[in-house]
C-alpha cells in the first residue's frame, strides 16, 4: 500500500514562495496520479494540481495556474508543489493523494492521502 506524506508547510508573509514536498512510499501502481489539495477553514476541499506518473503530463485548477508549480524528482517518489507570490487566500491545509490511473479533480476519486501540511500566509 502506498503512503503519503507532506512538509514543507508554514508561516509566511504575502509575497512569499514555499514549496511543498510529498514524499511517496510502499507500493505505486505502475500509472498514478498524485494530486494536491488544499482546505481551508469551513471550506470545502478543492483540488489545484496534478502530477501523473511520467511527470510530463499535469494539470492545474484555473484558479492556481501561473501561481503554482508541479513537480517531481528523478526518483519519481518526491512531488513537490511550488507556490510562489503567496496571498492569504492560500491560507489552508495542502494535502497530497494518489489514485490509480489518470488525475481527476475531485477528491473522492483518491483512495491514499497524506496527513497534511499546514500553509499560513499573513497579509
Known amino acids: 500500500r502506498m503512503q503519503l506524506v507532506e512538509s514543507g508547510g508554514g508561516s509566511v508573509q504575502a509575497g512569499g514562495s514555499l514549496r511543498l514536498s510529498c514524499d511517496a512510499s510502499g507500493y505505486t501502481p505502475e500509472v498514478y496520479c498524485i494530486g494536491w489539495f488544499r482546505q481551508a477553514p469551513g471550506k470545502e476541499r478543492e483540488a489545484v494540481a496534478g502530477i501523473m506518473t511520467g511527470g510530463v503530463t499535469k494539470y492545474y485548477t484555473d484558479s492556481v495556474e501561473g501561481h503554482f508549480t508541479i513537480s517531481q524528482d528523478n526518483t519519481r517518489k518526491m512531488k513537490y508543489l511550488q507556490i510562489n507570490n503567496l496571498k492569504p487566500e492560500d491560507t489552508a491545509m495542502y494535502y497530497c493523494?494518489?489514485?490509480?490511473?489518470?488525475?481527476?479533480?475531485?477528491?473522492?476519486?483518491?483512495?491514499?492521502w497524506g496527513q497534511g501540511t499546514q500553509v499560513a500566509v499573513s497579509s
Open positions: 493523494a494518489a489514485r490509480s490511473g489518470f488525475c481527476s479533480p475531485l477528491a473522492h476519486d483518491y483512495d491514499t
